[in-house]
């Protein structure tokens, strides 16, 4: 008797399993059987990245009201959408971005311009200026309706403190009713009394503060930066300042990380950003550069993952922590210099203020993979990572940064040729980050 081998197959395999599901499919997963799938999985992750790139569209709106340079901006505590932003005439307004209207507007808050903005809590805001004038008001919308003797375009404030000189910056206490201003000297407030409460200075420090915040997690420590190059740790238990660091240029800004209580951001006159860990001040633990001028402010998104930095350049970058270069840049025709920054609470959106009197709001990722997931294995194919890190630049700025360049080359050239003229181990090479340091005081 003969066999016969017959091949069999269960029709229900090859039929959907219920009504309206697809037909199965069934495919060959031997690789010898695809010589070309790797080539057609980078094709589609080159398009991946350029469609990206295509598609980023990171402008959303601008936030109109004010007619002079923005220079503060203000996150609303426990508010996603509102923002309180200041300028040089003296006007204050909180918008709520999301629906891109004005809650409150304070005309003539000070006179002249405002220099420091911060929330006491949700309902309470304090200003201060150049007309050494600090200001508390309430912002609920009923409280628009009380005014002074002075008429219906002057707002009553709920509390004035006088200062001795000119206020550059304010920070509120993250949990108690303090806060810091910084003038020639660094005073600490309470809300409850008309004079400050402590000054605390440096022993050799005689120039002006221009920057002061809170650490929100160890509140009781206070940074500042000034006009002499210094960057200063304070505690207010001990009424002292504990460290000092001198760097080679001026720092315009800093924000505090808010997931590592011991990293502190600082955006320098120098085109970089520098992070420092504060148990070690010697050397920074990460140079930021890509600014082509001075930058002039900077805010950590509240993941602590990324920061965003505006500069005198016309440009706002958004940099992720740890990545020195290759940061995602933003630009407008009209927006001119950058003066502030801040990240939204959700972190999904940025708002700048510019010297052209607006507050523009910004995608945080200008264009959002949705599904996308090949882009990311190929990202090292020459091709497409050169897609991926571009970034189209402002014609003036292409060439200030193209200088830029050959200058640093020149340099390093010229610093290269004088080691090898010398006597051996005369001239060392000095590390990029322990260039930005010049001494460490305590």
């Not at 003296?90 to 004005?102: D, K, W, Y």
């Not at 550069?289 to 706002?316: I, N």
């Not at 020195?324 to 609470?345: C, D, I, N, S, W």
């Not at 990722?365 to 189209?392: P, Y």
Request: glycine content about 6%; charged content about 25%; hydrophobic content about 35%.
């Amino acid at each position: 008797m003969v066999k016969i081998s017959v091949l069999q197959h269960a029709p229900s395999s090859h039929l959907p399993a219920r009504p309206g599901d697809p037909t199965p499919t069934h495919r060959n997963l031997d690789p010898l059987q695809h010589p070309f799938a790797r080539a057609r999985e980078r094709i589609r992750a080159l398009n991946a990245a350029k469609m990206e790139r295509m598609f980023s569209k990171p402008f959303v709106a601008a936030l109109e009201g004010h007619a002079d340079a923005v220079e503060v901006l203000a996150r609303r505590p426990n508010s996603i959408t509102d923002v309180a932003s200041a300028s040089w005439d003296g006007e204050v307004i909180v918008h709520n971005a999301g629906r891109r209207m004005h809650l409150r507007k304070i005309a003539g808050a000070h006179q002249g311009k405002i220099s420091g903005l911060c929330w006491a809590d949700e309902n309470r805001m304090l200003s201060c200026g150049v007309d050494r004038n600090i200001k508390m008001w309430d912002v609920r919308p009923g409280a628009a309706s009380e005014y002074s003797e002075a008429g219906p375009s002057q707002p009553k404030p709920l509390a004035v403190f006088p200062g001795k000189g000119t206020l550059h910056s304010i920070d509120h206490h993250s949990r108690d009713p303090l806060f810091a201003t910084s003038s020639t000297i660094v005073q600490v407030w309470d809300e409850t009394k008309s004079a400050p409460v402590m000054d605390i200075t440096f022993s050799t420090s005689a120039e002006s503060v221009t920057g002061v915040r809170f650490n929100p997690s160890e509140s009781s420590v206070l940074a500042s930066v000034g006009s002499d190059r210094t960057f200063i740790l304070y505690d207010i238990r001990t009424g002292k300042a504990e460290r000092r660091v001198v760097m080679q240029m001026k720092n315009n800004d800093l924000s505090w990380s808010p997931t590592f209580p011991t990293t502190i951001l600082l955006a320098s006159e120098d085109h970089n950003l520098y992070t420092f860990d504060i148990r070690r001040l010697n050397t920074p633990t990460q140079i930021y550069k890509a600014h082509v001028s001075a930058v002039t402010s900077c805010d950590w998104s509240p993941t602590g993952t990324e920061f965003v930095s505006g500069g005198w350049d016309r440009t706002l970058r958004i940099w992720q922590e740890g990545r020195g270069t290759h940061p995602e840049v933003y630009h407008t025709k009209r927006m001119q210099r950058v003066l502030a920054t801040a990240f939204t609470a959700d972190a999904r959106f940025v708002l700048s203020g510019s010297d052209d009197g607006n507050v523009r709001l910004w995608k945080a990722n200008a264009s959002e993979k949705l599904g996308v997931v090949t882009a990311q294995r190929w990202k090292m194919d020459a091709e497409i990572g050169k897609v991926q890190r571009s970034r189209h630049i402002p014609k003036p700025v292409y060439k200030a940064a193209q200088l830029k360049r050959t200058i640093e080359e020149a340099q390093r050239v010229k610093e290269e040729r004088r080691r090898r003229h010398t006597r051996a181990g005369e001239s060392k090479p000095k590390a990029e980050r322990k260039k930005a340091v010049i001494a460490e005081q305590s």
